[in-house]
Each structure stands twice: as structure tokens, then as C-alpha cells.
């Protein structure tokens, strides 16, 4: 098999293809032009997506030429989602969201070299389509059995809310996207998600019939939590790339929190360290899983990817420090702000308070007399200070930033109190 491919193998990445050893024949060729679309649904993408970036980039070390698709044109109808039909947004709002999407893809390629990437809009060739011109040269290529024969097609259908026409015809203009990109860029293999299979066969199948020649399709795993379930969701949501929705430090926490049992295969798929460096980490999960040195080696390879190295020094700087490993008064205003806002935040009135008072409405004790006991045990920290004695008190003078202080029970219950007018 082709060494990009094997790479992709290796790490779980090939989850389906239209024929694997044409693909590695048509590799071994030489450089492939290839694409993935991302359709502008939201103002950002989100961990889900990173997948797909990945491997692209992947593709790209290896020599190959990538296409990044923002879906300036699809984005305005929406791919069919299993249970509901999508929300239109507006044109501005499409537009607006296709210049930040293309702002997140960029950093993970490179425009210059023999395998520069480029950045298309399915909008410029979509755009002047007129509606008979759409249908007597694309539609009728499309057998509506086949169409309705479609995953993601047929769970509608199936379900109560159905389907619109809108929807139903997206298959066919990421079909024709495909299409566009092979004569414009020789491009001749679509990368995706599993659940996008349909729309990736329905763009080899109108390739076929109107070039005469076969173009490729492949598509990645759906990546799964260890008791099957979706990955990349949390209590507050989706884990964005766009740091004003997902913090850094969220961003950070996030993979400094899998779960050990998924961690291998999370290494393979979301870092570039090698076997030797992903089979030691792993070795590590197995051996001292307290260490949680794949999670940190996650956290700190994709927080820097995404946000850049200065904010995952931020973000793990923060996490120290929140745990008595670092110091709380070296973090700047916004880091801290983004830290104490994954924690169970208080508001009191801006006076000095009992200790005592700041762990029970931080949360960390259910009574005063329960935090009086912790305090006189030498149990409670203060701004990641011991608290010397059962009736310390704390106010204006202890805040952090003139507005925080941050108690902890024990080493690992924390809570903060913002102090207002």
C-alpha cells in the first residue's frame, strides 16, 4: 500500500473507499489533487472537524495537494441532518461565516511549494447556475432511487419531520462540486466523514457518467467515546475552534480530560507523534495512568495547533495554577477569567467575608460548620494560600484582578467567589 495511505491505516483513519488499491496505484503515480469540504453551518468549526483538517494536512506532508471547500454555496441549504431540517441563515451571515472558517483552515496547510494548497467557494460556480441550467445538466444524471436510497436521506424520510426538496437536492451539489474541482484542479478523490458517504459516491458516480473516468472517494471513522458515544461534546456544548466560544484553556481542559481507555486511538487520530512516541505514551495510560501523559501530550500538541503556543502555555500555566501548582497572581486578567469560568463561580457583595462563608457558597462544603471543620483541619486554601484558622477572613485586599478569590477544599475541590458592587 502507498505510505500516505498506510499512514492513514495505521492510525484508524480509512473507515471506507471506493476501491483502496486504485487509490494507492493512482497515489503511487504520483502527487493527488484532493478535497474536503466544510459547509459553513455555524460561525466556527468545531473538535469534530478537526478529523478532517488533520488529515488533510497529513495528506499534504506526504506530498499531495490539497483543496479546502468552504461551502459558501451548500452552506446556504445545509446538509440533512438525521432528525430535523436545518435553519436557513442569511446570505451576509453565510458570507460571514465562510471568511471565519477559511480563517481556521489556513494554518493548518501551506500555500506555497510543489503541494501548495488552495481555498475554493462552491459559490463561484454555483452562483450563475440558472434552475434549468442546473437541471438538464446535473439533475437529470441522478436516479431519484438511488437518492432516496441514502443514509441520511432515508432517516428522514422515515422520521416524522421528512424531508424538504432543499435537503434532499444537497447530495447533488456536493456532486457537482466534485465535479467542478476535477476540471478545474484534476482533482480525483473526496475525503469525508463515514456519514458522508453518500454524498461522496454520489460525486464519483456524476464524475463517471459525464467525464467517463473514475475518480475516488474515502472516508474516516466517526470518532467515538469508549461507551460509543459522540465524541466531542461537553455539558456546555460542541468544543469550538474559535477561542471567543471555546476558550484555550476549555480547549485545553478538554483533552487533559479524555478517557484513558480511548487515548491510543485519540493519539493516532488527532496528533503528528510518531508510532514509538504514541506506543510509549500509551504504555504510560497503561502503567501510571495518574501521570495522564498522553492527555497532557494532547492537550498541549493540539492547543497549540489551534490557538497557538503562548495560548496553551497560558491555558497549562492556568491549570498549575488552579491546582496549588503554580502561581494564581503570575495569570494575566483574560487567562484567568477563561479558567474560573469552567468552575462553580459565586458572586458576594464586596465586602470581607468568613472564609467559612466563601467555601459554602462556592459550593465545596454544604454547611458552615462543615467548612469550619475543614478550615480547622488545615484543609482550605485561599488564593492556593493554607487559610491559617477557622475564623480567617477574606475581602478586597485577597482579590485576584480586583475581582476573584479562589478557594479550594483539599487538592482537588475548587470554586470561586467574585466579589461585585
Not at 116 to 122: E, G, S
Not at 182 to 190: A, D, E, I, T
Not at 301 to 328: I, N, R, W, Y
Request: aromatic letters at 8%; one cysteine or more; hydrophobic letters at 40%.
Amino acid at each position: 500500500m502507498d505510505p500516505a495511505l498506510e499512514e492513514l491505516r495505521w492510525r484508524g483513519l480509512i473507515s471506507n473507499s471506493t476501491d483502496l488499491d486504485a487509490l494507492s496505484e493512482e497515489f503511487a503515480k504520483g502527487p493527488v489533487t484532493y478535497y474536503i469540504g466544510f459547509d459553513p453551518t455555524a460561525p466556527s468549526l468545531h473538535i469534530g472537524h478537526l478529523v478532517q483538517l488533520l488529515t488533510m494536512r497529513r495528506l499534504q506532508q506526504f506530498g499531495h495537494r490539497p483543496l479546502a471547500l468552504v461551502g459558501g454555496a451548500t452552506g446556504l441549504i445545509g446538509d440533512p441532518r438525521p432528525t430535523a431540517e436545518r435553519t436557513l441563515n442569511s446570505r451576509e451571515t453565510v458570507g460571514e461565516w465562510v471568511q471565519k472558517i477559511r480563517g481556521q483552515i489556513e494554518p493548518f496547510l501551506e500555500f506555497d511549494g510543489p503541494a501548495a494548497a488552495r481555498m475554493v467557494n462552491n459559490l463561484d460556480w454555483t452562483a450563475p447556475l440558472s434552475a434549468i441550467d442546473f437541471l438538464r445538466d446535473i439533475g437529470k444524471h441522478f436516479r431519484v432511487g438511488r437518492m432516496l436510497a441514502k443514509d441520511a436521506v432515508s432517516a428522514r424520510l422515515n422520521s416524522e419531520a421528512g424531508i424538504s426538496y432543499t435537503e434532499f437536492s444537497y447530495q447533488i451539489l456536493q456532486a457537482l462540486d466534485f465535479r467542478e474541482l476535477y476540471r478545474g484542479y484534476g482533482c480525483v478523490l473526496q475525503i469525508g466523514g463515514s456519514d458522508q458517504w453518500g454524498n461522496l459516491t454520489a460525486g464519483t458516480d456524476l464524475i463517471h457518467r459525464t467525464e467517463g473516468v473514475s475518480a475516488h472517494a474515502l472516508a474516516t471513522p466517526l470518532i467515538t467515546k469508549a461507551d460509543g458515544t459522540k465524541f466531542g461534546k461537553t455539558e456546555g456544548g460542541a468544543v469550538w475552534l474559535d477561542p471567543s466560544m471555546t476558550s484555550a484553556y476549555a480547549f485545553f481542559q478538554f483533552w487533559l480530560n479524555v478517557e484513558d481507555a480511548k487515548i491510543g486511538d485519540y493519539l493516532r487520530v488527532f496528533s503528528f507523534r510518531t508510532r514509538e512516541e504514541i506506543a510509549a505514551l500509551e504504555a504510560s495510560a497503561a502503567e501510571r495512568p495518574q501521570a495522564r501523559e498522553g492527555q497532557r501530550a494532547l492537550a498541549r500538541d493540539l492547543t497549540s495547533l489551534v490557538h497557538g503556543p503562548k495560548a496553551m502555555e497560558q491555558a497549562e500555566a492556568a491549570a498549575a495554577a488552579l491546582f496549588g501548582g503554580g502561581d494564581l497572581t503570575a495569570l494575566d486578567d483574560g487567562t484567568l477569567a477563561d479558567a474560573l469560568g469552567q468552575l462553580p463561580v459565586a458572586r458576594l457583595p464586596r465586602v470581607d467575608h468568613p472564609v467559612a462563608d466563601l467555601l459554602v457558597a462556592a459550593g465545596l462544603a454544604p454547611s458552615k460548620s462543615a467548612a469550619r471543620r475543614t478550615l480547622k483541619e488545615g484543609g482550605a486554601y485561599l488564593n492556593n494560600a493554607k487559610v491559617p484558622g477557622e475564623d480567617s477572613t477574606a475581602g478586597v485586599a485577597d482579590l485576584l484582578h480586583g475581582r476573584w478569590l479562589v478557594v479550594r477544599r483539599g487538592r482537588k475541590a475548587i470554586g470561586a467567589v467574585e466579589l461585585v458592587d
